[in-house]
């Protein structure tokens, strides 16, 4: 069974910059979350998807991060303008549906100069 | 505000040793209580989990206990590998399904 898939792996940029990372959840998976790994941190959730529809954005800073699920499959996670502080290893999950087992990707490293 | 606090935050155990991570909590509405387990490069992946109606649970040569009165559980790593030197995240969450989780354990396994 293939894994959660996430692009790219990594990414450097300058702060006030934009970036966007993508994530292909595990087939037939209907809840879909990004989390912010920190580093020394555990993973902190900014958003959830269950299919297209948006469950949870509550620890999402709106001002500069956006997220979109289309047709329910492959999600987008957006930071713009990036700040320092923004620096961490992006992760996306999936499960089959909410209160199931989360299945992770390996994360896009940002880094922000 | 962290919701689940986690110690230590790194140790480091002899081959066929066993690793203690212990994590704390406040809020009684939390209901299911998982452990993850990271390699570097890697996401975290689900290692065990318990619910508060059980006091232990075993799986191979990891184990949880659970006390619900001091609101505490701990992951017992038993005749530890080098294969098992890994971050270790402990987590709880309530009816809503969304993950609290601790700061992480890097345990290193020294052959």
């Known amino acids: 069974e293939a894994g959660v898939a996430q692009s790219p792996r990594y990414k450097i940029i300058e702060k006030r910059q934009s970036v966007a990372f993508w994530c292909n959840p595990i087939?037939?998976?209907?809840?879909l979350y990004w989390y912010q790994q920190i580093l020394g941190q555990g993973p902190k959730l900014l958003i959830q998807f269950q299919n297209n529809g948006v469950v949870d954005d509550s620890q999402l800073p709106k001002d500069r991060f956006s997220a979109e699920r289309l047709k329910g499959v492959d999600s987008t996670l957006k930071i713009q303008p990036a700040k320092l502080e923004d620096s961490a290893v992006y992760l996306c999950?999936?499960?089959?549906?909410?209160?199931?087992?989360?299945?992770f990707g390996p994360g896009t490293r940002l880094t922000v100069l | 505000q962290q919701q689940v606090k986690q110690s230590p935050q790194s140790l480091i155990v002899q081959k066929g040793g066993i690793s203690i991570i212990n994590c704390a909590y406040e809020?009684?509405?939390?209901?299911?209580f998982p452990w993850y387990q990271q390699f570097p490069g890697k996401g975290p992946a689900l290692l065990i989990a318990?619910?508060?109606?059980?006091s232990e649970k075993k799986e191979g040569r990891f184990t949880i206990s659970f006390n619900k009165s001091a609101k505490q559980f701990s992951l017992h790593i038993m005749d530890s590998q080098p294969g098992d030197s890994a971050t270790y995240f402990c987590?709880?969450?309530?009816?809503?399904?969304?993950?609290?989780f601790g700061a992480g354990t890097t345990v290193t396994v020294r052959a």
């Open positions: 318990i619910r508060p109606d059980v």
């Open positions: 809020n009684t509405a939390f209901d299911y």
């Open positions: 999950a999936s499960s089959l549906d909410r209160g199931h087992k989360q299945f």
């Open positions: 987590a709880a969450s309530m009816a809503d399904y969304k993950l609290s």
């Open positions: 087939s037939g998976h209907a809840t």
